[in-house]
């Protein structure tokens, strides 16, 4: 169990500040919520965590490793996986095929034993198979098994999204608004399997959302961010009492 720590992080773009001196620890084994008002820093943030973009200053550790500066595939090695707001999906290909695709980092066989199609490779296959139907059943997934993912719903292919990320069986998953542009029974799926990834699958979650309520009843530590710069944190209960937080979000007469 890792802890992310992110400590003084600031992000510039040209003069612009996306981030500026952002700290926040992702302790193992919890639901965390960073939320903000549009254009708060907070997908900035989560591409921080994931190696997309590298912070201008400050640094992040996962455990003992500084990944600041490291690219995605080395972030993805580590064990911290990324579900998009915008969903970044292979339309074409059916959803046993995306996420087979996902696990090809741990295919571990040779161009000679690819051929051959005997004995590692066969194995390797067959356990890499057996992984993604798990997570297909896990993510409830099974009537879609062969659909092609552009002609599934959107809340299916957002479910999707989530199960491509969690096939890389990761320490960390990032999940930047997954429950956006559902209606109220996708989200509640949505909501529970948030729920089931952390509790059945022992995966740390990160979580972007706009829906409040959502965010205070599943999270255990919420962050605030306005304008790139940290207004509060603590537990659902502190952070929905905090000045500074409603100011944000409803404003001051």
């Known amino acids: ?28 084994g919890l639901i965390t919520s960073i939320i903000g008002p549009n254009g708060a820093g907070k997908t900035s943030m989560l591409n921080c965590m ?6 201008t200053t400050g640094s992040i550790k996962f455990g003992d490793q500084d990944i600041s500066k490291a690219p995605p595939h080395f972030v993805s090695e580590l064990g911290i996986a990324r579900a998009f707001q915008n969903i970044e999906l292979f339309a074409g290909l059916s959803v046993l095929d995306n996420l087979l695709l996902a696990r090809h980092r741990h295919l571990n066989y040779n161009f000679f034993q690819a051929i051959i199609y005997y004995g590692k490779a066969s ?25 092609v993912v552009g002609n599934l719903s959107y809340g299916v292919q957002k479910r999707v999204e989530v199960a491509r990320a969690l096939t890389l069986n990761p320490k960390i998953l990032l999940l ?10 996708e989200k509640e799926d949505m909501v529970r399997f948030t729920s089931d990834i952390l509790i059945d699958r022992g995966t740390t979650v990160v979580l972007i959302e706009h829906d409040l309520g959502v965010v ?31 100011e944000a979000y409803i404003g001051e007469e």
Do not use: C, W
């Open 176 to 185: 930047d608004e997954p429950m956006a542009g559902m209606n109220v029974e």
């Open 123 to 147: 194995r390797v296959e067959a356990e890499n198979r057996a992984f993604v139907e798990d997570i297909i059943d896990f993510m409830e997934l099974e009537a879609y098994r062969h659909s």
């Open 216 to 246: 205070m009843d599943i999270s255990d530590q919420i962050y605030v961010l306005d304008f790139g710069e940290m207004i509060g944190e603590g537990t659902p209960e502190e952070v929905a009492q905090n000045p500074a937080v409603i």
């Open 50 to 55: 994931s190696g997309f973009y590298h912070p």
């Open 1 to 28: 169990m890792t802890t992310l720590t992110v400590s003084d992080v600031t992000l510039t773009f040209g003069g612009l500040n996306a981030l500026t001196n952002v700290s926040m620890e992702i302790k193992p």
